[in-house]
């Protein structure tokens, strides 16, 4: 089963930078496309972005185009969010998140990813 930890999240000024990163335990995780997902209160969770098992390929939401980064590093386990340009409205939860199997097609939808990590609080002010 694959184990996802967040971190990097944290209070930033609106136009300012984070970036995100988070851990896998399993040790193939270099097979599995991983998502970014972020969920503001009272919202739904919303894809944010995601990237393919080698990471050669990668989609965005459209609000995050141009603004936000994802990579990966699978000697590390990682996959990382650069977020650059930040705004109010970018305030959330962030969560990254991987599916059931491995090698798949890339999904925006939360419901295509079984396993989720518990989360990265980010906070843009205005």
């Known amino acids: 089963q694959v184990q996802l930890v967040e971190s990097g999240g944290g209070l930033v000024q609106a136009g300012g930078s984070l970036r995100l990163s988070c851990a896998a335990s399993?040790?193939?995780?270099?097979?599995?496309?991983m998502g970014w997902f972020r969920q503001a209160p009272g919202k739904e969770r919303e894809f944010v972005a995601v990237?393919?098992?080698?990471?050669?390929?990668?989609y965005y939401a459209d609000s995050m185009k141009g603004r936000f980064t994802i990579s990966r590093d699978n000697a590390k386990n990682t996959v990382y969010l650069q977020m650059n340009s930040l705004k109010p409205e970018d305030t959330a939860v962030y969560y990254c998140?991987?599916?059931?199997?491995?090698?798949?097609?890339?999904?925006?939808?939360?419901?295509?990813?079984?396993?989720w990590g518990q989360g990265t609080q980010v906070t843009v002010s205005s």
């Open positions: 998140a991987a599916p059931a199997r491995p090698y798949g097609s890339l999904r925006s939808s939360p419901s295509e990813y079984n396993y």
């Open positions: 990237v393919s098992w080698s990471g050669s390929v990668k």
């Open positions: 399993e040790r193939t995780f270099s097979t599995y496309a």
